[in-house]
């Protein structure tokens, strides 16, 4: 079995709305820290020169700044700023909004599109992995409000504060990536992200980078 298949496999009879049994010594871990410094600096290197036609392709296409920053919680839900390629059109209405993309949505640039749905928005995130606020792979940030909210809805949703928040993680890569249009889909998300929390290792981080440059190339559930 492949290892894109291996981890899709691994939400499959995990328990909805299970209370939290305990968190792996590995995601917390110096190791881990380390592991995401060396990624984090190896990739900004390696992609330096395509981060450059990024941020040359967007200011020269639409008006308004290259990245698009917004507030976040973090691990212990401390907040802080995230940072992506901004994908949409620079207004002061879009600047505040908070509603998640939905397919064909007329605030996505040209662009915009492409960067959503190969990920290359998310590359400025390297710089948060290395300022420590964020780890390679780990329960993906949602914005606050959406946190607010759902703390609120999700039984053990607050649990995915326990550790640093990913550019990617085990839900991105099993299915429950995009919009989440139910507290269903929602729920799942939250499902995986403490499986991921309860079971994280080396192994796992390395099966979940593989299943992410697959989702890069041919996931349907990113715009």
Not at 30 to 39: A, C, F, H, V, Y
Not at 147 to 167: E, L, N, S, T
Not at 193 to 211: P, R
């Amino acid at each position: 079995m492949s290892q894109v298949a291996t981890v899709r496999t691994l939400w499959i009879g995990i328990k909805s709305e299970r209370p939290l049994k305990r968190i792996s010594s590995y995601v917390g871990s110096p190791s881990k820290r380390i592991l995401d410094l060396m990624l984090a600096l190896s990739l900004l290197i390696t992609l330096s020169p395509i981060i450059l036609i990024i941020a040359l392709a967007i200011k020269s296409t639409s008006p308004g700044p290259i990245f698009f920053r917004q507030l976040r919680y973090g691990a212990r839900q401390r907040p802080y700023v995230i940072l992506k390629f901004r994908s949409m059109y620079h207004t002061q209405q879009v600047e505040h909004e908070v509603r998640q993309a939905t397919q064909g949505d007329p605030r996505v640039t040209p662009i915009g599109r492409f960067l959503r749905k190969t990920s290359l928005d998310e590359l400025p995130q390297l710089f948060n992995v290395i300022r420590g606020e964020m780890s390679i792979i780990g329960p993906r940030p949602h914005a606050v409000c959406h946190d607010d909210h759902y703390m609120r809805r999700i039984p053990q949703y607050a649990r995915r504060f326990c550790v640093k928040p990913g550019i990617t993680g085990l839900a991105q890569v099993c299915g429950a990536r995009g919009e989440t249009r139910t507290d269903g889909d929602m729920q799942r998300r939250i499902d995986l992200d403490i499986y991921y929390i309860e079971n994280g290792s080396v192994l796992l981080d390395m099966k979940i980078l593989i299943a992410t440059a697959h989702e890069v190339f041919f996931s349907a559930n990113a715009y």
